[in-house]
């Protein structure tokens, strides 16, 4: 299993160090600024990162990093 401290750390590199990949408008804010990514509505953010058809390896990293136990 893959380390979770990992993980983030890898989210960090791609997104800058002042982003918590908690916090649900910080991670669409991030998306479209830095990867031009467009969340598509629904009813939560998990679920609109699972149907966003990217291929951007920082999209796989989120929900791997939001599904872990702490």
């Known amino acids: ?3 979770k401290h990992f993980i ?3 989210i ?3 997104a800058g160090d002042d982003f918590d990949p908690t916090a649900d408008d910080q991670i669409a804010t991030m998306l479209k600024s830095k990867f031009n990514i467009y969340l598509p509505q629904r009813t939560s953010i998990d679920k609109s990162l699972e149907s966003t058809s990217s291929s951007h390896e920082i999209i796989n990293l989120l929900i791997k990093y939001r599904t872990m136990a702490a």
């Open 8 to 10: 983030f750390q890898r």
């Open 1 to 3: 299993m893959t380390d």
């Open 12 to 14: 960090q590199s791609f």
